[in-house]
């Protein structure tokens, strides 16, 4: 069964840091370009950032651009999206997902999900 995990959200106060891992299961992620997904409350859901299959490309929203780092390690089949300076406009669900493609995609593109990690920042 394939599968991707989300983990690492949580509580934190503004102008701190999380790193969220998305980790496959049932395939190797390899072969996918793997994308971090936001959705807030009220909001459609949005593309934070995206790394090809390799890990030679990297996209960012550019509300994130300078805050967050997307990256990954293929031989643990995990990518990780390490999230600094938060805002409390960044509280969302997380999600990441994986294209079976060298190249960042459209969303609609994205054929695998997770379920999900909840990140809230407040004081």
């Known amino acids: 069964q394939l599968q991707l995990v989300e983990s690492g959200g949580g509580l934190v106060q503004p102008g701190g840091s999380l790193r969220l891992s998305c980790a496959a299961s049932?395939?190797?992620?390899?072969?996918?370009?793997i994308g971090w997904f936001r959705q807030a409350p009220g909001k459609e859901r949005e593309k934070v950032s995206c790394i090809s299959s390799s890990g030679g490309d990297t996209d960012y929203a550019n509300s994130v651009k300078g805050r967050f780092i997307i990256s990954r390690d293929n031989a643990k089949n995990t990518v990780y999206l390490q999230m600094n300076s938060l805002k409390p406009e960044n509280t969302a669900i997380y999600y990441c997902?994986?294209?079976?493609?060298?190249?960042?995609?459209?969303?609609?593109?994205?054929?695998?999900w997770g379920q999900g990690t909840q990140v809230t920042v407040a004081s």
């Open positions: 049932g395939f190797t992620l390899d072969v996918y370009a």
């Open positions: 997902a994986a294209v079976r493609f060298y190249f960042c995609s459209p969303q609609y593109e994205y054929a695998y």
